[in-house]
């Protein structure tokens, strides 16, 4: 009795020690149901405490390894450490965190294994800086919660072993180019160039010798030749940004690359062999561009082999506070302060905001109250000032539509008031649950509910 009281004691010291730690940390019993999560395993994974203890670990984390080699199940079985295992692990804000892992056996005062302990080192914002070093983008790279963003993110390796011309169609700021990267860095033309052009910053007289080059004899003390920029991503990949902007004859010629492989040079008198895979990039319609003679019909034919539409940001509202969490994370890491991230008051204005600019803008607004900021916490008042007057806006704009009780919006709030209050009602209303479920901040949700006057059962 006195031993297990003994033991008792112990265990509750180490918790008390264990909760104090900067690394996560967390012990499971010998059925590897989690008996303890730290703080810092918290901030780590997103998950609380309160709702992974008692869990099985695998049921939490859903790491490839876990009906495999699991470090933690090593410990519980030989009862041996197990130093500095890199894995990945799924949070709850719909990421994959890269996470270095240690394991060693619980054992007792009687020498009896009674679990195993874990810690775990976060190594994201070391493969974060690695990827910015380098230039190189994976697909992880993605942060999106939104269903349409991920399917484009789940097709991306199929695209990447294809070599068949790929079309991304999405307003500025989406994030085309960085598809386009992340597209030809896992291809097998990864080793080969990437040449990235902007089709609508090349005055229109050039065009033609910009992007296929040009043969020069009146010159004799320039070079005889200037490659251009098709040439440039022989054995590689051309990504052509806004690529409606290119005039009709440079259109045509281009059609001879997709087509034979072939270009040729201004001043030339023979065509040359190219071999490159073309990205395209636009915001434009170009069906539309098509019908008013603006744009060759069978370039896009063939630009649109594999069609990819990033949806703009307002369109997937959910991915508004991920986002921000990991430009955050990523500004902490970069600059060295430690900024934990945005009050509920700032959140609510960024997700009221309609953000035109889409994510590039939201990564500038958030450094910029980065840099603003007293922290810890990122606030309203730390956001720019049109962000906070253009949340106003679209605010004082919605409570109109719903005060002026037009009959044509009564259906949809209909609509809306029995969907909120279903969610509501499986998780027994708890608003920070229902509001993940549903993808909106919960001070969003809050102002739904006393909207659309929906009240517990």
């Known amino acids: 009795m006195a031993g297990q009281e003994s033991d008792t004691r112990q265990i509750h010291q180490a ?112 493969r974060t800086l690695r990827r910015e070093l380098s230039g190189k983008y994976v697909f992880e790279d993605f942060v999106s919660k939104n269903a349409a963003v991920r399917e484009i993110v789940n097709m991306l390796p199929r695209v990447a072993k294809s070599d068949a011309p790929v079309l991304l169609r999405g307003p500025r700021g989406t994030g085309k180019e960085l ?48 490659v251009g920029r098709v040439e440039a991503a022989n054995g590689g990949t051309l990504f052509l940004d806004e690529v409606g902007a290119l005039p009709l004859a440079v259109q045509t010629k281009l059609l001879g690359v997709l087509d034979r492989g072939e270009m040729t040079p201004v001043g030339a008198n023979e065509a040359m062999r190219v071999d490159v895979r073309v990205i395209a990039a636009t915001g434009l319609d170009l069906e539309r561009l098509v019908v008013a003679g603006r744009f060759d019909q069978h370039l896009l034919a063939r630009l649109n082999a594999i069609p990819l539409r990033i949806p703009p940001l307002n369109e997937r509202r959910e991915d508004v506070p991920v986002l921000v969490q990991h430009f955050v994370d990523r500004l902490n890491h970069r600059i060295g302060r430690n900024i934990q991230g945005v009050t509920d008051k700032g959140m609510a204005v960024l997700m009221r905001y309609a953000f035109p600019g889409n994510v590039r803008e939201l990564e500038n607004v958030i450094e910029q109250a980065y840099v603003v900021t007293a922290g810890p916490l990122i606030d309203r008042r730390d956001l720019p000032p049109h962000v906070v007057t253009g949340a106003k806006a679209k605010e004082a704009a919605s409570l109109r539509g719903l005060r002026s009780g037009a009959k044509w919006a009564k259906p949809a709030l209909d609509v809306e008031r029995r969907r909120l209050s279903r969610v509501l009602a499986r998780n027994l209303w708890n608003i920070p649950r229902a509001a993940a479920e549903l993808g909106m901040h919960r001070t969003t949700l809050w102002r739904r509910i006393k909207q659309l006057q929906i009240a517990p059962p």
């Open 179 to 226: 598809l386009a990267v992340a597209i030809h860095n896992t291809s097998s033309r990864s080793a080969g160039p990437l040449e990235k052009v902007g089709c609508g910053a090349m005055p229109h007289a050039l065009v033609d010798a910009e992007m296929f080059g040009q043969v020069r004899d009146t010159d004799p003390a320039a070079s005889r030749r200037l």
């Open 15 to 126: 918790s008390l020690i264990l909760g104090s730690l900067a690394e996560g940390v967390f012990t499971v019993d010998p059925a590897c149901k989690i008996t303890f999560f730290n703080r810092a395993a918290e901030i780590i994974t997103g998950f609380r405490a309160t709702d992974v203890v008692g869990r099985l670990c695998s049921d939490v984390f859903r790491t490839e390894l876990c009906d495999r080699d699991c470090p933690l199940q090593q410990s519980l079985r030989t009862g041996r450490t197990v130093k500095n295992f890199e894995i990945d692990i799924l949070t709850t804000r719909g990421t994959t965190e890269a996470v270095s892992v240690s394991t060693a056996p619980l054992v007792a005062s009687d020498g009896q294994r009674i679990g195993a302990v874990e810690t775990m080192r976060d190594l994201s914002p070391i």
